[in-house]
């Protein structure tokens, strides 16, 4: 199957990842990589959005699963680090709704319940449309600031 | 926080995945990017192997949920393709057991059961001592007989 | 443990049970001994209600898991049966938030994606006060028009 | 639909079930209701047997889901229990291989990680023949006996 990627995008999207050493929320590698924009439009919500390439794709020619984890995941992850703290997700489940294919997607992460030791969030991916792509929800256990039980683990 | 990527090796692997046009099962950008070993090594089982790098990293420094996830979906969906046919991910439910900081990593993907429609496979994710870092399981549709909504797809 | 159920309450349970044959949706012997009320308040809604009693628990003393995930499936594949036609549920994923010892709970059904094979669903389970007690979404493949093998199932 | 349950089966559950007042780990009302046996072959496996009965079925005349929830919930729970400790579910993920309709069935939970805090345990349902009915996997958090730092928590 024939599926040469746009170069010029992959290559300014690999420079831009190399162009900068942060390793943080918001931006590190992975982010930069993907061209991740991260918001915060109020207490309960992060979005995370992004243009799909087709570097992104899989054997199929739409954006592979694993990215739309990726984001989903990030949509959460960076939601519960700025809010409550930094965690390690403990599982996650997806669903696969609508192939995407090219224009800017938009995730949306918000908490199910917050914790102090284990938080909950969920999230969604659209299109520009509003067309619902994925959803996915998560378990998160607290790490840094506070320990499961409120005692500081690091 | 300092989060220097392995400039040489992340850029090896930009340029290897580059290096080819292919976009099938076993060879494609991403699974070129993230240096993927797809092997069968037998008629139930599919092997996606990696080495961790640095750039697959999320902010804390291991490696990111959405690359394990898209090792993880490679195992199932290869296998899937290699045996059955075709298909898309409806859902897939990951759980993250240990991070992967370095090493080679190795994810094992099986039928759960097989169909002409509805597929169930599961994988688990190792590292080089055989400790269990992340386990997976999906529910596939075949495309091609018949797509999502009842009608042939290609 | 002493654990004594409330005999009265578990006897009209099952009397009530018993009292009637009908077997389908919104009426079969589960749903009578577990006292559910099964509406539809919209065309997008099901909402299921039910009083908790402690023939209902587990060890612990609170809803078992099971019998929360009974009502959440319910107001799923019955939410998916009114609208659109009987499904058997191929994955069903249940996040546990807070336990349930009394009081009348109710889970509101929704559709994520309607399909004419594939339907995904969700729905959260809360207790008097309006607290999230259980959320849980799913996967659906219809029956009638065709089965899970592409052959009609009825 | 006609769906007249064996009543002289269905009265004989609810009595065993009535006729104890213990509410512990292996014996407590729902256990008793649906004739669960519940053993402990070795160290790291629970096994739950039982028979189906039209009772437990749902409206289309199988083993209801949330009776499969039920049953392979109680598989881990009380596997986490009698070798770490007393846990809650976090979450739950279940996906419906089958339907059973008659027979004794059987549900074997293992450990897919023990911890101090979080565990991670699976199951998978068969049926007299082997056939795989369903499986699933799910998140506990440790109560009880030891916090989810090693510190007592009640």
């Known amino acids: 199957m024939?599926?040469?990627?746009?170069?010029?995008?992959?290559?300014?999207?690999?420079?831009?990842?190399?162009?900068e050493d942060a390793?943080?929320?918001?931006?590190?590698?992975?982010?930069?990589?993907?061209?991740?924009?991260?918001t915060y439009p109020d207490d309960?919500?992060?979005?995370?959005?992004?243009?799909?390439h087709d570097y992104m794709f899989n054997p199929q020619g739409s954006?592979?699963?694993?990215?739309?984890?990726?984001?989903?995941?990030?949509?959460?992850?960076h939601l519960l680090n700025r809010?409550?703290?930094?965690?390690?997700?403990?599982?996650?489940?997806?669903?696969?709704?609508r192939p995407a294919r090219a224009g800017r997607i938009r995730a949306e992460g918000r908490f199910l319940k917050k914790g102090r030791s284990i938080n909950y969030l969920e999230t969604r991916l659209t299109d520009a449309g509003?067309?619902?792509?994925?959803?996915?929800?998560?378990?998160?256990?607290?790490?840094g600031a506070a320990g499961p039980d409120g005692a500081p683990r690091s």
């Open 2 to 19: 024939t599926g040469k990627v746009d170069h010029a995008a992959a290559r300014a999207a690999f420079e831009r990842a190399l162009a």
């Open 23 to 38: 390793r943080e929320f918001g931006n590190f590698f992975l982010s930069r990589f993907l061209g991740l924009a991260v």
């Open 44 to 52: 309960d919500t992060c979005v995370v959005e992004l243009d799909v």
């Open 63 to 77: 954006l592979h699963g694993g990215v739309i984890a990726t984001v989903l995941d990030i949509s959460m992850g």
């Open 83 to 97: 809010r409550v703290g930094t965690g390690m997700t403990l599982q996650m489940e997806t669903k696969f709704l």
């Open 130 to 143: 509003g067309a619902l792509l994925a959803v996915a929800n998560s378990t998160w256990q607290l790490l």
